[in-house]
């Protein structure tokens, strides 16, 4: 029942979840109905995820998997730390127990760009795989979609499949490997989704490929693949979980988004808040409220870590197919214009500010912009995330949700805004510059931004506290 399509046939059970999108005055058959033209509102979601696997220990099966899928050689995709870890070795063994001819590809780079993805198609491509199998967080997952995707379309430039306006945004036409994704990560979601992230690095900001022939195959969810993890690396992909989910919960609803494809392959993996969507990322939000504090103090807390392994997961199937915007779009200049930070537990030999804190910093000042466009659905997720709701003004929503969000940033220490990432006013203009072009995000942000909008979110960013 999760993978659906659904457009102008609505059932009795999806017509009361469409009421609260459509225009005030008319129902959502209606509204649908009214949809005509090919410059009118979308009117339809379609719902895709990977199928997901989860359980303690159930990457041990993944070799039995990929052996009835009848795999014959595979590329095995991790990274040079995880490569010595247990989460590799048990796959390693499992596909060795399989008799499944194999080849280790551990050159992914924490926060990869175009060229580190360049690196991975080469290996593919000289390959010459009949599957794919990814051990690790987002960036291993990530730079294992792209290497199945440029083998399987050899002739293809590399910025055909980017998204536009940096690349071309073709659609992926052509039919993809088999590809296993084995998170070792409560962040991403990445093995639920056809989004690919990566550093431009002609532009110094992210960008990436969003198609659903880039989903995997199978998301494997071990929760005993966590228990490595230190303590910063749960904090900040634990916000990447927390951000996901409130920025698709409070995107700009799916029948607002105009203009409508004139084919249905053309309908964006990014597709607003819809009814479907909501109830994986509100679920999401509840159990961050119970357990990411505890996931972060406690290493071998299995119970917390194991809930935000499955709040990850619930989180990327919202946002996979409702998408995110301002905190995200925001991010992506954030962490690819990078001086000379460098997080506590990340061992890379670059200068790194994580995914998830270059997200999170600007979440309090997004909320409190986009909150007049949505205001009961800040209120509600303030609620769910443990605030006093009681009597809360519509006018306040942005308040509540922005406090709240900086009572878990202090308990949790995320440092005191970006001017501690090593950024200044001065860097304000770049940092705008690098996120106009995000459309394919900032686009979804349910109250329309603009230079100044950014600006002035970014400068409200400077510190938090």
């Known amino acids: 029942m999760l993978l659906v399509k659904w457009g102008n046939m609505i059932t009795k059970s999806s017509f009361s979840a469409l009421r609260s999108f459509s225009k005030p005055g008319i129902t959502a058959v209606q509204h649908c109905m009214l949809s005509t033209g090919p410059e009118d509102c979308e009117y339809a979601v379609e719902m895709a995820c990977s199928n997901i696997r989860y359980g303690p220990g159930v990457s041990r099966e993944v070799g039995k998997d990929l052996a009835n899928m009848k795999a014959k050689k595979v590329m095995l995709v991790t990274d040079k730390n995880l490569e ?38 080469t290996f593919a491509k000289r390959g010459n795989f009949d599957a794919y199998l990814a051990v690790g967080g987002g960036s291993v997952i990530d730079t294992c979609k ?48 056809g989004v690919t992230i990566f550093d431009y690095l002609p532009l110094k900001a992210k960008t990436g490929i969003a198609n659903r022939a880039l ?52 309908r964006p993996a990014y597709q607003g808040s819809n009814p479907i969507s909501d109830i994986w990322s509100k679920h999401a939000l509840s159990i961050c409220k119970d357990y990411f504090v505890r996931a972060v103090n406690n290493s071998e807390d299995l119970e917390a870590r194991s809930e935000m392994h499955l709040a990850s997961a619930f989180a990327g199937i ?73 009597n809360v003004k519509k006018s306040d929503a942005g308040a509540v949700l922005s406090d709240v969000l900086l009572k878990y940033m202090s308990e949790l220490q995320i440092p005191n805004g970006i001017s501690e990432l090593g950024y200044t006013s001065d860097d304000i203009p770049a940092l705008v510059a690098g996120t106009l072009p995000q459309e394919r995000v900032t686009k979804l942000s349910p109250r329309k931004v603009d230079k100044d909008s950014i600006t002035h979110m970014l400068e409200e960013s400077l510190t938090i506290y």
Do not use: W
Not at 149 to 175: M, Q, R, W
Not at 230 to 255: K, Q, W
Not at 321 to 329: D, E, M, P
């Open 318 to 390: 919202g946002f996979g197919n409702a998408g995110v915007h301002l905190c995200h779009g925001m991010s992506y200049p954030i962490s690819g214009l990078v001086k000379e930070y460098k997080s506590p537990d990340y061992t890379p030999d670059h200068p790194l500010i994580p995914h998830g804190l270059s997200v999170v910093i600007t979440a309090p000042a997004v909320f409190r912009f986009i909150a007049p466009a949505c205001p009961e659905r800040h209120i509600e997720a303030a609620g769910i995330l443990g605030a006093d709701i009681t």
């Open 146 to 193: 792209a290497a199945n995707l440029y083998a399987c379309n050899p002739d293809a430039e590399f910025l055909d499949f980017v998204n536009a306006p940096i690349g071309k945004g073709k659609p992926v036409t052509s039919a993809l490997k088999p590809l296993i994704a084995v998170t070792t990560t409560a962040g991403t979601g990445s093995e639920t989704t």
């Open 84 to 121: 010595q870890l247990a989460p590799v070795q048990v796959v390693r063994e499992s596909l060795m127990r399989e008799n499944i001819n194999f080849e280790v590809y551990s050159n992914t780079r924490v926060e990869p760009t175009d060229e580190s993805f360049a690196d991975a198609i």
């Open 215 to 266: 989903k995997p195959t199978l998301g494997v969810v071990d929760p005993l693949t966590l228990l490595h993890l230190p303590n910063r690396v749960t904090c900040y992909t634990g916000f990447d979980v927390l951000c996901h989910a409130l920025e698709s919960f409070t995107a700009i609803a799916f029948n607002k988004r105009f203009p409508r494809p004139l084919d249905p392959q053309l």
